[in-house]
Nanobody, 120 residues
Framework: QVQLVESGGGLVRAGGSLRLSCAAS????????MGWYRQAPGKQRESVAI???????NYADSVRGRFTISRDNAKNSVYLQMNDLKPEDTAVYYC??????????????WGQGTQVTVSS
């Protein structure tokens, strides 16, 4: 069974930094895309940043230039370095993976979420 485990959330003041980590465990044949989504109270879940197996990245306009996504294919892990955090970045951040497993073939997987709170 595939699991995504996130870490690194917390409370930080505006202008501060946090680094989120996510590791996928279980039997995974290949991972195509990994990324981060977030959901603020009363809002829909939105894409923050994604990265392909080849290293191509895509960022939401609101975080471009402040956040950096990276991945370690050998560890089935993805990271999100968040700098110059703003109160509007406050949300639950979810790790995402699109991968191929023997049980589900190609499928999408989500982490349980980690809270990021930015105080003004």
């Amino acid at each position: 069974q595939v699991q995504l485990v996130e870490s690194g959330g917390g409370l930080v003041r505006a202008g501060g930094s946090l680094r989120l980590s996510c590791a996928a465990s279980g039997t995974i044949f290949t991972i195509n895309v990994m990324g981060w989504y977030r959901q603020a109270p009363g809002k829909q879940r939105e894409s923050v940043a994604i990265i392909t197996s080849g290293g191509s990245t895509n960022y939401a306009d609101s975080v471009r230039g402040r956040f950096t996504i990276s991945r370690d294919n050998a560890k089935n892990s993805v990271y999100l370095q968040m700098n110059d955090l703003k109160p509007e970045d406050t949300a639950v951040y979810y790790c995402y993976m699109h991968g191929f497993t023997p049980r589900t073939n190609w499928d999408e997987f989500w982490g349980q979420g980690t809270q990021v709170t930015v105080s003004s």
